[in-house]
């Protein structure tokens, strides 16, 4: 394994029946890289990064996640990964300092690392005051911030996030980037799925799916230079409904 990429990924399929979900994808990720995972509904996404996080098996292909086979080793995948999607998050009738204390736990730390990262998460989101309030007091977009804190409470080499700020507003959007740059700036690889173009980018790189397979895979600002438009949001017609 090149001791750079984090994620390898090669002629990954995936079939349900005879429908083909993700059809050959071939690509790496770079430690402490934003990876963006974008592409129309239905184009393969979820699926993919399901299997990279190793929650479902490859009909064939290769995929090796943290230096592991997702299909010889899912345990030890899990092991290297945060997971965070709008779907599954956090439990509504614990407080805020329960539901870091249960991620802390279910992701194996001890007790004092988990008494030390809930108070670091805490007062990095500045709700330390607020700690003993119940998760469904909280908006929406202060849960997906807890959310993402919570998947990175074991400090995983890669976190996986699953279009995180659908339906968030745009100033709690903007503050979330700012938790996964500082995230990224510790070496934590960022691979985040998005519906937001101006998301798009700020990440270092991005992949456009279409129809199960990757029709590109660059800088953002390289892609806008290659098919000669100004925005993401230009880009993503351009190549997503072709
Ligand atoms: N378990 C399954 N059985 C059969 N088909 C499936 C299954 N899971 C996904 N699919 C199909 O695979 C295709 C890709 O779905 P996937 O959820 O990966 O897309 P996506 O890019 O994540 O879309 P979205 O942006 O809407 O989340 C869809 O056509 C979907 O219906």
């Given at each position: 394994?090149?001791?750079?990429?984090?994620?390898?990924?090669?002629?990954?399929?995936?079939?349900?029946?005879?429908?083909?979900?993700?059809?050959?994808?071939?690509?790496?990720?770079?430690?402490?890289?934003?990876?963006?995972?974008?592409?129309?509904?239905?184009?393969?996404?979820?699926?993919?990064?399901?299997?990279?996080?190793?929650?479902?098996?490859?009909?064939?292909?290769?995929?090796?996640?943290?230096?592991?086979?997702?299909?010889?080793?899912?345990?030890?995948?899990?092991?290297?990964?945060?997971?965070?999607?709008?779907?599954?998050?956090?439990?509504?009738?614990?407080?805020?300092?329960?539901?870091?204390?249960?991620?802390?736990?279910?992701?194996?730390?001890?007790?004092?690392?988990?008494?030390?990262?809930?108070?670091?998460?805490?007062?990095?989101?500045?709700?330390?005051?607020?700690?003993?309030?119940?998760?469904?007091?909280?908006?929406?977009?202060?849960?997906?911030?807890?959310?993402?804190?919570?998947?990175?409470?074991?400090?995983?080499?890669?976190?996986?996030?699953?279009?995180?700020?659908?339906?968030?507003?745009?100033?709690?959007?903007?503050?979330?980037?700012?938790?996964i740059y500082e995230t990224a700036a510790e070496g934590i690889t960022v691979f985040v799925t998005t519906h937001?173009?101006?998301?798009?980018?700020?990440?270092?790189?991005?992949?456009?799916?279409?129809?199960?397979k990757i029709e590109d895979l660059d800088q953002p600002s390289a892609l806008k230079t290659a098919y000669g438009?100004?925005?993401?949001?230009?880009?993503?017609?351009?190549?997503?409904?072709?």
């Amino acid at each position: 394994m090149d001791v750079d990429k984090i994620i390898e990924v090669r002629n990954l399929v995936k079939k349900f029946g005879a429908f083909v979900a993700n059809d050959h994808l071939t690509f790496d990720v770079e430690r402490g890289e934003i990876f963006g995972f974008l592409g129309a509904n239905g184009a393969g996404k979820t699926t993919a990064m399901k299997i990279l996080c190793g929650l479902s098996k490859p009909t064939s292909g290769q995929v090796l996640v943290a230096g592991y086979d997702v299909a010889l080793y899912p345990e030890k995948v899990k092991r290297s990964i945060g997971y965070m999607s709008q779907k599954f998050s956090l439990y509504e009738d614990l407080t805020v300092v329960e539901n870091l204390r249960l991620y802390g736990a279910i992701y194996g730390l001890g007790r004092r690392e988990i008494a030390e990262r809930t108070e670091q998460a805490l007062k990095r989101l500045d709700l330390y005051d607020a700690r003993h309030r119940l998760i469904k007091t909280f908006s929406l977009g202060w849960k997906q911030k807890l959310a993402f804190s919570s998947a990175i409470l074991h400090r995983p080499a890669i976190v996986f996030l699953d279009e995180p700020t659908s339906g968030v507003d745009p100033v709690t959007r903007r503050q979330f980037w700012e938790m996964i740059y500082e995230t990224a700036a510790e070496g934590i690889t960022v691979f985040v799925t998005t519906h937001y173009m101006d998301e798009a980018e700020y990440c270092h790189r991005v992949t456009m799916m279409v129809d199960g397979k990757i029709e590109d895979l660059d800088q953002p600002s390289a892609l806008k230079t290659a098919y000669g438009v100004k925005t993401m949001n230009d880009l993503f017609v351009k190549l997503a409904r072709k």
